[in-house]
């Protein structure tokens, strides 16, 4: 089966009307623990929890660990929205009333109702899928004095985007004379990448009391998809005399796994079967890094500073660019001709070519964290730690946001069993407030943990906007 491409970027900008709806590598929750803890994981991830998240905490598990899918598989993911609940859609949608003749009808919508679906988009309009899966990681520290190193595989497939408010107006206000509506809020990026990440860390003793941990990540990427909106200025209004004009101005990027079988319109040839691999041929590749230092003080306070995915990516398999720049006027919607070119105003056919390569920025994020440690503060017998984070995305790449998030969780270990009880909440990024909840299992050899970062949505499942899971499994030798 083959794809046309031809009307992937109008999907793309309409993705979020029927879309029901972050991660190692940008501003979101890299495994269970963190997401049960809101995101507050910068000063306390530790051992190959730490990768993708700040690489000197490596060092700070001892040993060999190794994560792969026994038990339980490394996954964690979300998706929805930031500003459309269940209960707004059973409102607006799902409600119907009884007509004189038993039928059920649509709802219908008063002028109330349609100002208040609109402030809706107003608030937000943002639609965010991540998915996170960790295949394979290992690390060991073959002597305290040498450091820590491990090696991991994961893979990370992300979609962002911001509905414009223009096309839900279109929808509700219709195009009365001297009536406009620009779709310049639109934003849509989306990929899939797989990170080869080699880490290493070391511990430097300050004193008996003090000690600071460095810690490097160099990262190997390997694109498997990318399909992004670069810029647009388009708009649809309605001039005094109620001829329609409309104007469509973007451009786009896109560059497909041979492996897919994505087809071009423009294209003379077809595109190479899809086949289903484990491995499929890259569609661009890269480099990357991460950074970071943690300070420990009394084995009490430990304070935290990173930076990850420093680096980009080239592009340059089934690599495309479109560029559209067409408008319209329509002064007869009774001829099919004018209707036509209406409808295809936002289309990409005939506005795309090949490209030999384009690159783009790896999810730049800057990482701040503190914890206390309350057990040996107070000289509790069961574990009580208390963490802070504060995350800032540095670009709007897939997975990652400008708006900065604040956390602060908690864990917990009750009389002294191998049980983990955790939870945080979180202000800001891109979904405004979090509650995470979760919980481990810490077997000596064996750990579990699962966890969810939008627990309200559970306890109130009508005003949820996003659903999230997060589960992962580690081996400790």
């Known amino acids: 089966m083959k794809n046309n491409i031809k009307y992937i970027i109008p999907i793309l900008l ?5 879309i029901n709806a972050q991660i190692g590598g940008s501003i979101g929750m890299p495994d269970a623990r963190s997401s049960s803890m809101a995101g507050a994981y910068t000063a306390v991830s530790e051992g190959l929890y730490s990768i993708g998240v700040n690489p000197a905490n490596l060092s700070m598990s001892k040993g060999i ?5 026994l038990p339980l598989p490394s996954f964690s993911g979300i998706a929805g929205s930031n500003f459309f609940s269940l209960s707004d859609y059973n409102y607006y949608f799902g409600s119907y009333t009884i007509d004189e003749n038993g039928k059920k009808r649509g709802r219908y919508l008063n002028d109330a109702d349609k100002k208040n679906f609109i402030d809706l988009f107003g608030k937000g309009g943002g639609i965010h899928m991540n998915l996170f899966v960790r295949y394979f990681a290992l690390s060991a520290t073959p002597w305290e004095s040498f450091g820590s190193l491990a090696f991991s595989v994961t893979d990370q497939i992300a979609a962002d985007g911001t509905i414009p408010t223009g096309i839900v107006e279109l929808l509700f206000k219709g195009n009365p004379p001297n009536s406009r509506y620009d779709f310049n809020d639109t934003e849509f990026k989306s990929w899939w990448i797989r990170k080869y990440s080699f880490s290493f860390s070391k511990e430097f003793k300050i004193s008996y009391e003090k000690s600071i941990n460095a810690g490097i ?3 190997i990427i390997s694109g498997l998809f990318y399909a992004g909106l670069d810029e647009i200025d388009s708009e649809i209004f ?3 005399l109620g001829n329609i004009h409309g104007k469509a101005s973007y451009s786009a990027k896109s560059a497909f796994s ?3 079988g994505v087809e071009y319109d423009f294209e003379n040839q077809s595109a190479t079967e899809e086949s289903v691999s484990a491995f499929p041929e890259p569609a661009g590749a890269g480099l990357g890094a991460d950074i970071g230092i943690s300070y420990r003080h009394n084995s009490v306070f430990k304070f935290a500073l990173a930076v990850t995915d420093i680096g980009k990516i080239e592009w340059n398999k089934r690599a495309a660019q479109f560029n559209v720049n067409r408008s319209v006027r329509i002064d007869d919607l009774s001829e099919e001709a004018q209707r036509d070119s209406l409808t295809n105003l936002f289309s990409t056919e005939g506005a795309g070519k090949s490209v030999d390569k384009f690159s783009t920025p790896l999810a730049t994020t800057l990482r701040f964290g503190a914890s206390i440690d309350l057990a040996n503060l107070l000289e509790l017998k069961n574990k009580l ?4 984070g504060y995350v800032q995305g540095l670009n709007k790449m897939p997975g990652n946001t400008t708006s900065p998030r604040f956390s602060i969780g908690v864990e917990w270990k009750p009389f002294e069993s191998v049980l983990s009880l955790r939870s945080g909440v979180a202000f800001g990024g ?14 000596g050899l064996l750990e579990l943990n699962a966890g969810a970062s939008n627990f309200q949505n559970v306890a109130s499942p009508s005003s949820g906007k996003m659903i999230s899971i ?3 499994s580690r081996w400790k030798f």
């Open 14 to 18: 309409m993705a979020a009307l029927s």
């Open 65 to 69: 660990e190794l994560i792969i899918p």
């Open 217 to 219: 990540s160099l990262n």
């Open 238 to 240: 309605t001039d005094s």
């Open 258 to 260: 041979p492996n897919f």
């Open 385 to 388: 730690q208390i963490a802070a």
């Open 430 to 443: 891109w979904a405004k407030f979090r509650w995470g909840l979760g919980m481990g299992l810490d077997f």
């Open 470 to 472: 997060a589960v992962d």
